[in-house]
Each structure stands twice: as C-alpha cells, then as structure tokens.
C-alpha cells in the first residue's frame, strides 16, 4: 500500500494505492492519528487506486470516522471501485461513510 498525502486548502486528501490489509493498515492508522492530532477536520479518502481491503483495513477507516465525527469534523469517502463498494455495502458501511463518485465531488461535499 501506498499513500499520498496532499492537502487542498483545508482538507487533507489521502490517495490509497494497492491493498490496505493486515501486513499494512498500521501505517493508514499512524497517517490517520497523525493528522487528528493535529487537530485536522476535514479528511478525504480517495480509494480509486484502491484494490482491496481486509476487516484490519475496514477497522482503521470507521476507527478514523469515529474520531473525526467525536470533533465535529467531515470524514469522506470516494473513488470506491466496484468490489470495494461491494464489500461497504455487505458490511453496512455504506450507511455510515458519505461516500462520493470522485475527489472532486468529496470537495464539494465538504465547502
């Protein structure tokens, strides 16, 4: 898994490139606590490049949803590919995360 991390005036965007699994979610974790602590409300997660996720990886996404909703903050969701959006829906996180088609409309999401 890879991360990019940029920042568009006041919301952080993190692309997540490959699998986001056991061997890896500790470090989307450690990016996600990261950027809470430093007190950052608004967080996009761009998973257009994203082709797996394992229940670790399904953790550290409500984990950061829960932090961010406890200060009152926007945490998004977007780019979800077809089997990604499969496994939101039977797991029921599609009712918990605002999800958006592309980055683009996550932005709009947040102004």
Known sequence: ME????????????EILGRVDTTNYGKLEGVLSDYIAKNEKNIIIDCSEMDYISSSGLRVFLTGF?????????????????NIQEIFEISGFTSIFKIFTNQENALKGIE
């Open 66 to 82: 829960k932090k961010i909703n406890a200060i009152n903050g926007n945490y998004f969701l977007c780019g979800l590919q077809d």
């Open 3 to 14: 991360i990019k991390e940029q920042k568009i005036k006041d919301v952080i965007v993190l």
